[in-house]
């Protein structure tokens, strides 16, 4: 099956960037996301990109993906307090196959 | 309006007892899931539903049953609960697009805490 790799902690001070990793091994990905987790909360969609993009840009948000490396990144600039959380990515095969990875801990310091 | 509902929020029960979690989505969405995340916060799928056919299954024991008796409803039953299954569950639905543009967005649930004492 497919493997999804993050590192699992970032800490940061308040108002840098911060860049979370995430790795995977099949090509054929259709999307990919970013999904954001709260303490004590479920999931929620941050942004997402198609395969066939290099970079999309969000407000504070960046995504980069690097198909040839199987690389995937979310840059967030000016971080702050409240985006301490867990970061997962996911990849979508075949439009109903989602591979999530484990999950990154941003932790903001003031 | 809540899009996908779990309940019980928490659930404490003894090994060996069967439990089940109820899940619902109100987003008429085609395709349901249930994850598992642990105490480490590493996050697997477990199920997923299309149109009443289960379609994954990760290696998960067959002590874990998912029953869905409409599209809007995936139910996870557990049979002899262990203290390893101790952990929060997530549902989550989805709509299968299949036509470029579409975002196929997972929609979570808020998580059932499971503890097996």
């Known amino acids: 099956g497919e493997d999804v790799e993050q590192s699992l902690f970032l800490s940061v001070r308040e108002g840098d960037s911060s860049v979370i990793n995430c790795t995977y091994t099949d090509s054929s990905s259709t999307y990919l996301y970013w999904y954001k987790q709260e303490p004590g909360a479920g999931l929620q969609l941050l942004t997402y990109?198609?395969?066939?993009?290099d970079m999309k840009q969000d407000q504070r948000l960046t995504v980069l993906l690097n198909k040839k490396d199987k690389h995937l990144s979310l840059r967030i600039a000016d971080t702050q307090t409240g985006d301490s959380a867990i970061y997962f990515c996911a990849v979508l095969y075949n439009f109903n196959k989602f591979y999530f990875g484990s999950g990154t801990k941003l932790n903001v310091k003031p | 309006d809540t899009a996908v509902s779990q309940t019980p929020k928490y659930l404490v029960t003894q090994m060996g007892n069967d439990k089940s979690i109820k899940c619902e989505q109100n987003l008429g969405h085609d395709t349901m899931y249930w994850y598992k995340q642990d105490s480490k916060k590493f996050l697997k799928i477990m199920f997923s539903?299309?149109?009443?056919?289960?379609?994954i299954n990760e290696t998960v024991p067959n002590r874990f049953s998912p029953k869905s008796p409409d599209k809007a409803h995936l139910n996870l039953h557990i049979n002899s609960l262990e203290l390893g299954d101790s952990a929060v569950y997530f549902c989550?639905?989805?709509?299968?697009?299949?036509?470029?543009?579409?975002?196929?967005?997972?929609?979570f649930g808020p998580g059932t805490r499971l503890t097996v004492l």
């Open positions: 990109i198609f395969s066939n993009m």
């Open positions: 989550a639905s989805s709509q299968e697009f299949e036509e470029r543009g579409a975002i196929n967005e997972q929609f």
């Open positions: 539903y299309n149109n009443k056919e289960l379609i």
